[in-house]
C-alpha cells in the first residue's frame, strides 16, 4: 500500500492533469483550434471520456488516501490501548467471580 505523503502527491497530479483537460475541451468549445472543430464531436466525446476517467483515479485515490488514514488511526488506538493495558494493576485480571 502507498503512503499517504505518495497518494497526496498522485492525487495532485490527477488533479493538474483534470484542469489540463478541462481547457482543452474549452478550447475545442471556443473553434479556437480549427482542426480540432473539424472533429469536434469525436474530440469532445474523447476528451469527456477521459475525464470521466481521470475523475475515477481521483476518487479512487482519495478512497485510498482514507484507507491508510484509518489503518494509521487504528494502529495508533491500539497502541494507546496496548500502553493502558500495560499500565494496569495485573489483579485486575486475577478477579474471581463469586
Excluded at 499517504?4 to 492533469?17: G, Y
Excluded at 475523475?55 to 500502553?83: G, H, N, P, S
Aim: charged residues 20%; proline residues 1%.
Amino acid at each position: 500500500m502507498k503512503s499517504a505523503q505518495a497518494l497526496q502527491k498522485e492525487l495532485l497530479t490527477l488533479h493538474r492533469l483534470l484542469q489540463a483537460h478541462y481547457t482543452q475541451i474549452e478550447s475545442h468549445k471556443s473553434g479556437v483550434n480549427l482542426v480540432a472543430a473539424l472533429f469536434s464531436s469525436n474530440v469532445r466525446r474523447q476528451s469527456l471520456q477521459t475525464v470521466a476517467n481521470a475523475r475515477r483515479e481521483i476518487e479512487y485515490t482519495i478512497q485510498q488516501i482514507q484507507d491508510v488514514q484509518e489503518d494509521q488511526i487504528a494502529a495508533l488506538f491500539l497502541e494507546c490501548w496496548e500502553e493502558e493495558l500495560a499500565n494496569l494493576p495485573s489483579s485486575v485480571f486475577l478477579s474471581t467471580i463469586e
